[in-house]
């Protein structure tokens, strides 16, 4: 099955600077990569997605960038600020039958934004 | 608005005890999941279903079961609970597996507590 490492699993920044999230992937096969914003307490919520015939999608400040032959991509998260501060999750969707309807997600990456 | 509901917010069970933890959408959804969240493993898929009475395994189906009867329900089921199942439970659904790149809406969340 799918495999999503993602890194770091902590990131802190302050006000104003840029994070990057990164995320690989295992299975070739995959074609959809959301990510999901989960703060405290809350449901995680989808922020931005990218599709695999695409290779940079950006939506304000945060951009997603999708490396297919390395199998990996990355969020961006420019001019950071104190409500950017929640776990980030990535995931990967594959099309291969009954597991096309399965997303599996990254560990998560705690970031926080230092005022 | 799609709202996916989760019937507990907090629960406490005794080691042993049968558990239902019920999940309701109300955007016609095809697909609907249940994930496991945990500190520093992310969200780990337990089953999936893509219609009324189809299941799927997911990651860690071990000591879990489910019951999707109704398409807007969708049951998770701890035969015997231990203490190793508490946990957050997230409750998600998708459009179909033909729109491969639609957002997955999750729960509220239950937290389970088992003594």
């Known amino acids: 099955g799918e495999n999503v490492e993602q890194h770091p699993s902590t990131l802190s920044v302050q006000e104003g600077d840029s994070a990057v999230i990164k995320c690989t992937y295992s299975?070739?096969?995959?074609?959809?990569f959301p990510w999901y914003k989960q703060e405290l307490g809350k449901r995680p919520q989808l922020i931005i997605d990218?599709?695999?015939?695409?290779g940079e999608k950006k939506d304000q400040r945060i951009a997603v960038t999708l490396n297919k032959t390395a199998k990996h991509f990355s969020l961006h998260i420019t001019e950071t600020q104190p409500e950017d501060s929640a776990v980030y999750f990535c995931?990967?969707?594959?099309?291969?039958?009954?597991?096309?309807?399965?997303?599996?997600f990254g560990k998560g990456t705690k970031l926080s934004v230092i005022p | 608005d799609v709202k996916v509901t989760q019937s507990s917010r907090y629960l406490v069970k005794r080691t042993g005890e049968k558990v239902f933890l019920e999940c309701v959408q109300d955007?016609?959804?095809?697909?609907m999941f249940w994930y496991r969240q945990d500190p520093g493993l992310g969200l780990r898929l337990i089953y999936f279903?893509?219609?009324?009475?189809?299941?799927e395994k997911g990651d860690i189906p071990e000591g879990y079961s489910v019951s999707r009867e109704k398409k807007e329900r969708f049951s998770l089921i701890l035969e015997s609970a231990s203490t190793n199942q508490t946990s957050m439970y997230l409750c998600?659904?998708?459009?179909?597996?033909?729109?491969?790149?639609?957002?997955?809406?999750f729960g509220q969340g239950t937290r389970l507590t088992v003594v």
């Open positions: 955007m016609d959804h095809e697909n």
């Open positions: 998600a659904s998708s459009s179909p597996g033909a729109m491969i790149y639609t957002e997955a809406f």
């Open positions: 995931a990967a969707r594959g099309d291969s039958g009954a597991g096309s309807y399965q997303l599996t």
């Open positions: 279903s893509y219609d009324v009475k189809m299941k």
């Open positions: 299975d070739s096969a995959s074609n959809y």
């Open positions: 990218i599709r695999s015939n695409v």
